[in-house]
């Protein structure tokens, strides 16, 4: 079974084929075209977003299918991101897609972003199954989900205000780094200390595997504007550290309880701040090998994962057929 997959929900333009044999995903090829427009607004503005995706759409999906040495004729399955994400955006990659799908008399299927990150774990590791515990953090998303099986998951959890991403963005953007700050802050806090400055710990009231961040941003807000420009100036690696060390320690916290309580084979951890280094240390020292990280071209957005979700959901479910529309707030685990 081969797919063309396309994935176009936030700023990457992204275009895969990919292969399945049996339970394994091979990823032929792999394009991700990232919009660096966003950078001087400080956030994705989505009118812009949607624009640029009109504009190299074609290129991207053309270099996926030479790449891969394939033509659309050769594929036995075409997907698209349904959702969630900027609606416009969803839109231009579902709307190609599908008339790919059409032009050459194949099935379509729409596929969750969301089950897309869950599924970069299995392209991480190709020996990984059902069941396993996930945490997907990302830009836009913070969510704990129990996968049961390929296309089974219970969501266990989620963020009650920002995503992690967000809290390193917005965090960032307090400290004066540009857009998007958590690959600066990653790199800041590297030559900073951890203990400099104590945060304080989220409190939640619900019960269950939930997360918080807002109190953070608010707090690094206040910290900054006490201190004044100069002090955080010279000490900006070691504030970075310490902000970036509550975000990691909170998401530790959450998980390791769902750990000792659940007692999962694996814990995947999927989406683009699974690329944080001293997330990924403290969930080693910790969790050993029975931590999955996704790869760092599978772990921010791309088509890839988009491509391995839908096979199995073809395989399962069947095809979605050219009526399928976009679902901007698509739930984390709505098939
Ligand atoms: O998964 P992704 O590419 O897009 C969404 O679906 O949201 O994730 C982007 C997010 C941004 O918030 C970015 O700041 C964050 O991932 N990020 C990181 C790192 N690299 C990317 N956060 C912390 N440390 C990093 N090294
Ligand atoms: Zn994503």
């Given at each position: 079974m081969r797919v063309l997959a396309v994935e176009t929900s936030c700023d990457e333009t992204s275009a895969s084929v990919v292969e399945m044999r049996g339970d394994r995903f091979e990823v032929l090829s792999l394009v991700v075209k990232s919009q660096v427009i966003h950078e001087e607004f400080g956030g994705i503005v989505p009118?812009?977003?949607?624009?640029?995706?009109?504009?190299?759409?074609?290129?991207?999906?053309?270099?996926?299918?030479?790449?891969?040495?394939?033509?659309?004729?050769?594929?036995?399955?075409?997907?698209?991101?349904?959702?969630?994400?900027?609606?416009?955006?969803?839109?231009?990659?579902?709307?190609?897609?599908?008339?790919?799908?059409?032009?050459?008399?194949?099935p379509f299927v729409g596929v969750n972003h969301l089950i897309g990150h869950i599924y970069s774990a299995y392209l991480s590791d190709p020996d990984l199954r059902p069941p396993f515990l996930a945490l997907i953090v990302s830009g836009g998303h913070t969510e704990l989900v129990w996968v049961e099986g390929w296309y089974s998951f219970r969501l266990l959890g989620h963020t009650l205000d920002d995503a992690a991403g967000e809290a390193f963005d917005k965090g960032g953007r307090t400290l004066?780094?540009?857009?998007?700050?958590?690959?600066?802050?990653?790199?800041?806090?590297?030559?900073?200390?951890?203990?400099?400055?104590?945060?304080?710990?989220?409190?939640?009231?619900?019960?269950?595997?939930?997360?918080?961040?807002?109190?953070?941003?608010?707090?690094?807000?206040?910290?900054?504007?006490?201190?004044?420009?100069?002090?955080?100036r010279e000490n900006l690696p070691h504030i970075a550290a310490s902000y970036q060390e509550a975000i990691v320690q909170h998401l530790y916290d959450v998980v390791s309880r769902a750990y000792s309580?659940?007692?999962?084979?694996?814990?995947?951890?999927?989406?683009?701040?699974?690329?944080?280094?001293?997330?990924?240390?403290?969930?080693?020292?910790?969790?050993?090998?029975k931590v999955l990280?996704?790869?760092?071209?599978?772990?921010?957005?791309?088509?890839?994962?988009?491509?391995?979700?839908?096979?199995?959901?073809?395989?399962?479910?069947?095809?979605?057929?050219?009526?399928?529309?976009?679902?901007?707030?698509l739930g984390v685990v709505e098939v």
């Open positions: 009118e812009l977003a949607a624009r640029a995706h009109i504009e190299v759409i074609y290129d991207v999906v053309k270099k996926s299918l030479a790449d891969a040495g394939t033509h659309p004729k050769a594929l036995d399955l075409v997907a698209a991101t349904k959702g969630p994400g900027l609606a416009a955006s969803l839109i231009v990659g579902l709307q190609f897609a599908k008339t790919v799908a059409l032009a050459v008399d194949k004066g780094l540009g857009y998007p700050a958590g690959p600066k802050i990653d790199r800041l806090a590297r030559r900073g200390k951890r203990d400099f400055h104590r945060f304080p710990k989220p409190k939640i009231k619900r019960r269950g595997y939930y997360f918080s961040f807002s109190g953070l941003k608010t707090a690094l807000l206040h910290y900054v504007r006490n201190k004044g420009e100069e002090y955080v309580e659940l007692k999962p084979p694996k814990i995947a951890v999927v989406g683009g701040v699974a690329l944080n280094s001293r997330l990924r240390e403290v969930f080693r020292e910790s969790f050993g090998d990280f996704a790869r760092p071209e599978y772990c921010t957005d791309n088509a890839a994962m988009i491509g391995a979700a839908a096979l199995k959901k073809y395989e399962i479910f069947g095809e979605d057929g050219q009526g399928v529309g976009v679902y901007p707030s």
